[in-house]
């Protein structure tokens, strides 16, 4: 079925309105065998590495139009063991409003619910870029309810995926009562993934050398669908989230599920071929200086993917929510469990309670089982903030962890990681304009590299200048020496530019944004980022 | 009214575009999986893997290509290459694998995902993200995909180990069964199997792991060597290469050593292609 919109819009030129943004870091490597920063070009040959991304934006005659050239010269971002070079247009799009309907082509970010089912987005720490390359229609049926509807294929840095995506999702706003009013926002959403015939025939491939045993049952199909029913309802203080998700049947890759490999032997990682779902709901409460967060999620083979045979963070159409708190201190966020796609039970419970202007308190508790119940994370935090006047503010807390490092970094035989981590901040504001934040953390572990303290330093010249300077030591280390590691940073404000220059020392981990990670191996060497807004 | 009339009519067409959704997701004919039947071709592929001592899933890695050697005989020609990344050895190791050889050939391979990743012919694959393939099940029926046709190079090696000297003479014929014309490059590696060393897996360091296919040195350059740009069935070309064996430690067993040697063609510096290979043993 073919739509065809036809429209005289009439290009009046009153003016456009040109804007955009530069981001661009630079690294400047430094070898260093101690910490690791070795034995991959950048550190052995190349020495130099940058990321650029520079968006433009023009609105005019009723359109907003927009591009991005992304550049990557000899980068980590795609694979932080190797060097990634090419550039070119990351991303264009058109957008146009007819009445009621808003058409946009080109590379479009979006996301059904929460993510479950459906998600377009860009993460450039993890180089994450799966915009949908195609068609998208908003189109508001009334005040309260709008359908969108989208197809295309994912794209894969300059290039693309073969699968074709297609969606569709119904939003809406529902309003029960007057004086104390029930807001519900419902929605329903089903995205379809089919397969091109290069993803089918790898598929077919690898299935052709299975034994009749393990192939039993594996038959693969091009189309794959995915439904979500979500809802949001606030009341009063309380809003609760609840959202369910169905995929049906499909061929996926189970790196734990094993396999004949013809000899009589077993091997690890094998296709499987099985249903999804994923349940997921979050009860928020705020009154009267309390804060209270209840979420939960159970998630059962829902890796959905453009080709079922990728792995890692690549082909990736949906994104399943973390269920794990975002900390922001260096080593209380150290170690960061990943999203379980295959299979995981999840919940936390996040309390905050401020009883006046200076007081306030967090408690933290999250808890990640596989489906058999085996604990994957655990982590509880307590944390108490005192603020005097506007002069200072002191934060203590405490953070225990319980962390599966053989699962979440692909370290086998390795034992949990259990971490006790106490910390502290102090913010003291000279002026309105010079403040000295003073951070102290201390972790305390025998598992993985040992224990750990960290101090940072930072002095604020509002707003153009930020110097600081911190250090990171394994005090009792298992694995190496005890090692200094140490970084340095200036950053200047002015206008709608900031820039920045650091010396950098870090050792390696994990990083994750959400509960997409990736292991990254350790730094060495001098960064300089520009951000500039225009 | 009127505007009553409009939500009935958007509401209609939201019911018009679900059933489309749903109606679409009728039953698709199913997809028929071929049974596999050993190629009648005299190609031999090439299979590069990238592994490591410590890399835990490379033993996975390992036997996989047993069951494609058991399965593909002749076929195939595989080199295991250490390099640094997951390469170093073991606190119980007796060996160190890797060389500056085999980081160069890792880098000129280009990204990978992870280990084990294998290069098929150093082919970059249609809807693959890289040359070298992560995806340990998919192998098999790259191989499979090489090995339909006929090679159009011939390619011949003879090898002349004198065990009281230790010295390895070895020549490659290559020859087009018609014309083959381009940046044509030989390279010859010294592969050696059944040396018993430490490797991690998944399930720890495993002490008596046996390391097979494993690249111990490269006879000509690392990049290969530069051929005659046109080969026909009436020029063959001939190349010699000498070698001197280390002594017999544990490994260096000349027995469990072949010579692997493939000629490339180069259209681009990200087109590439094994276009033959040929495996021996040192000693017959």
């Given amino acids: 079925m073919t739509f065809i919109w036809n429209t005289e819009a009439t290009a009046q030129g009153d003016g456009g309105r040109l804007f955009g943004n530069l981001e661009a870091n630079t690294n400047f490597y430094m070898r260093d065998s101690a910490i690791g920063a070795a034995d991959i070009p950048q550190y052995d040959n190349q020495l130099f590495g940058a990321d650029a991304w520079l968006t433009l934006n023009y609105s005019n005659w009723g359109f907003d139009f927009g591009m991005r050239f992304d550049m990557f010269n000899n980068s980590q971002l795609l694979n932080p063991t190797g060097s990634y070079n090419d550039h070119g247009i990351g991303r264009w799009f058109v957008r146009r409003n007819i009445d009621d309907l808003t058409i946009t082509a080109g590379y479009i970010y979006d996301q059904i619910g929460t993510g479950v089912i459906f998600r377009a987005y860009e993460e450039r720490a993890l180089l994450i870029d799966n915009a949908l390359i195609g068609v998208r229609l908003a189109y508001d049926l009334n005040d309260n309810w709008r359908v969108r509807a989208f197809t295309g294929k994912q794209k894969r840095q300059f290039s693309h995926y073969g699968s074709v995506i297609r969606g569709l999702a119904l939003d809406g706003f529902v309003q029960v009562g007057d004086e104390r009013p029930a807001i519900f926002a419902p929605g329903f959403g089903v995205v379809a993934r089919t397969l091109d015939d290069d993803s089918m025939n790898g598929i077919v491939n690898t299935l052709r050398f299975y034994t009749p045993e393990d192939r039993d049952g594996l038959d693969p199909k091009f189309n794959t669908y995915a439904f979500s029913v979500y809802n949001t309802l606030t009341y009063g203080p309380f809003s609760w989230y609840v959202e369910g998700a169905y995929k049906s049947p499909e061929i996926m890759f189970d790196p734990l599920a094993m396999r004949s490999d013809g000899l009589g032997g077993k091997i690890q990682g094998s296709l499987i071929k099985s249903s999804g779902s994923v349940f997921y709901t979050s009860l928020s409460y705020s009154r009267s200086g309390w804060g209270i967060t209840l979420e939960g999620k159970r998630t059962d083979n829902f890796s959905f993917r453009t080709d079922p045979q990728l792995e890692l963070n690549f082909g990736q159409i949906n994104f399943l929510p973390p269920m794990s708190r975002q900390n922001t201190y260096r080593l209380t966020s150290r170690y960061v469990p990943a999203t379980q796609e295959l299979g995981e039970y999840a919940f936390q419970a996040d309390v905050r309670y401020s009883p006046n202007r200076q007081w306030s308190f967090n408690g933290n508790f999250s808890n990640i089982t596989n489906l058999d119940g085996d604990l994957l994370y655990r982590e509880m935090l307590v944390e108490a903030r005192y603020r005097y006047q506007r002069e200072w503010v002191a934060t203590v807390g405490i953070q225990r962890q319980e962390y599966d490092q053989d699962l979440f970094e692909g370290k086998p035989g390795v034992p949990m990681v259990n971490t006790i981590t106490p910390y502290a901040e102090f913010l003291y504001r000279f002026t309105p304009r010079n403040s000295l934040k003073l951070e102290a953390q201390y972790m305390s572990t025998d598992e993985d590299f040992g224990s750990w303290i960290f101090f940072l330093a930072e002095y604020s010249v509002s707003p153009r200048w930020i110097f600081s300077a911190s250090a990171m030591y394994n005090i009792d280390p298992t694995m190496t020496d005890k090692l200094l590691y140490p970084t340095m940073s200036v950053v200047y404000n002015t206008g709608a530019n900031r820039f920045s220059l650091s010396y950098i020392k870090q050792v390696e981990g994990v990083v994750c944004t959400g509960g997409i990670c990736r292991l990254e191996p350790a730094f060495s060497g001098m960064r300089f980022s520009v951000i500039s807004n225009f | ?284």
């Fill in chain 2, 1 to 284: 009214m009127n505007e009553k009339i409009l939500i009935m009519n958007r509401t209609g067409l939201i019911c018009v575009l679900f059933a489309m959704f749903f109606f679409s997701a009728c039953e698709e004919e199913g997809v028929t999986i071929p049974d596999f039947v050993p190629p009648d071709s005299d190609r031999v592929v090439l299979i590069e893997e990238l592994t490591g001592a410590s890399c835990p899933n490379c033993p996975a890695g390992g036997s996989e290509l047993q069951s494609i050697k058991n399965r593909f005989g002749e076929n195939v020609a595989i080199v295991a290459i250490h390099s640094n990344f997951l390469g170093a050895p073991r606190d119980n190791s007796k060996y160190d694998f890797r060389s500056q050889e085999a980081q160069e050939i890792d880098n000129f391979l280009g990204l990978y995902l992870g280990k084990p990743a294998a290069s098929i012919n150093r082919k970059m694959f249609s809807g693959e993200q890289y040359r070298a393939i992560a995806n340990v099940g998919s192998w098999s029926g790259r191989v499979a995909e090489q090995l339909d046709g006929p090679s159009e190079l011939v390619l011949e090696a003879e090898v002349d180990f004198d065990p009281g000297s230790r010295n390895l003479e070895v020549e490659i014929d290559v020859a087009a069964k018609a014309v083959v014309e381009g940046d044509l490059r030989l390279t010859v590696y010294v592969t050696e199997s059944g040396i018993v060393d430490a490797q991690l897996s998944q399930d720890g360091v495993i002490d008596d792991y046996v390391h097979n296919f494993t690249m111990r040195a490269v006879l000509s350059d690392v990049f290969g060597d530069v051929l005659p740009q046109i080969i026909t069935s009436e020029s063959s070309v001939s190349r010699q290469y000498s070698f001197e064996m280390p002594t017999e430690d544990g490994w260096w067993v000349a027995e469990n050593c072949h010579i692997v040697a493939f000629v490339t063609l180069h259209r681009s510096s990200d087109d590439m292609e094994v276009l033959q290979a040929v495996e021996v043993p040192v000693i017959n």
